[in-house]
């Protein structure tokens, strides 16, 4: 009966009845049918995709904290020590260098013969301190500046290797980089330019570098040393 009945509708339907009707029906009998205001509700995937960006926000806010700290302690720690006259090593290596810049010819002989200070070889260093003595013959103030941007790269280093290699937490690798980079050596040689120094930074760096994977600047640094 049922379907004999539904196979009549189908033949004498003339359109006169539609979802609009059952929609009519159904308020009328009171029944809310109006739209739900507000936003969509969100799935589970887009939620979660929207906390990770949250997420990830967050941490590279609290990343740029915490450099910012370090370079901000780093600097104010070394700013005194700018214009330090060069003693004892550092001394010779400073006047060596600033001598072998005035007039210099770009010759391969004339580099392998200045640059090796005292007879040794530590082309790596002595290139690195030429460059700020080419920009400001025999200057102090600049030699110490050099050194100190230096330093604070590489207590920034210490930080990114403590955080990637050794996996600590972001105030323990920011408070191991501090106290290395800040010990009473560490922190008195970066006011004078001496290989020792400059091998200490650049084995940092290889670590850094390796860390990121940057094997080329890696081995440019083991170079350097």
């Given amino acids: 009966e049922c379907d004999e009945k539904f196979t009549n509708c189908l033949k004498a339907g003339n359109g006169s009845v539609t979802l609009g009707s059952l929609m009519k029906m159904a308020q009328d009998a009171g029944i809310d049918i109006n739209l739900p205001r507000g936003r969509r509700q969100k799935s589970k995937t ?34 005194p020590m700018i214009g330090t006259f060069q003693r004892w090593d550092a001394g010779e290596y400073f006047y060596t260098v600033g001598t072998s810049v005035q007039d210099y010819t770009f010759t391969l002989p004339n580099f392998l013969y200045n640059f090796s200070v005292a007879y040794h070889l530590n082309y790596g260093f002595t290139s690195f301190i030429a460059i700020p003595l080419f920009i400001s013959a025999r200057s102090a103030t600049a030699i110490t500046l050099w050194q100190i941007i230096f330093s604070v790269l590489t207590v920034m280093a210490l930080y990114r290797i403590f955080r990637t290699d050794f996996e600590f937490t972001r105030s323990r690798a920011a408070g191991a980089a501090l106290v290395i ?14 290989p020792d120094y400059y091998l200490a930074m650049f084995f940092i760096f290889a670590l850094y570098f390796q860390a990121k994977d940057w094997h080329v600047l890696e081995v440019f640094m083991l170079l350097m040393m």
């Fill in 181 to 194: 980079g800040n010990v009473p050596l560490f922190l008195g040689l970066s006011a004078y330019c001496t």
């Fill in 46 to 79: 887009q939620k979660k995709e929207e906390q990770e960006e949250r997420t990830k926000k967050t941490n590279r806010r609290k990343t740029w904290i915490v450099l910012t700290t370090l370079t901000l302690i780093t600097l104010l720690l070394r700013l």
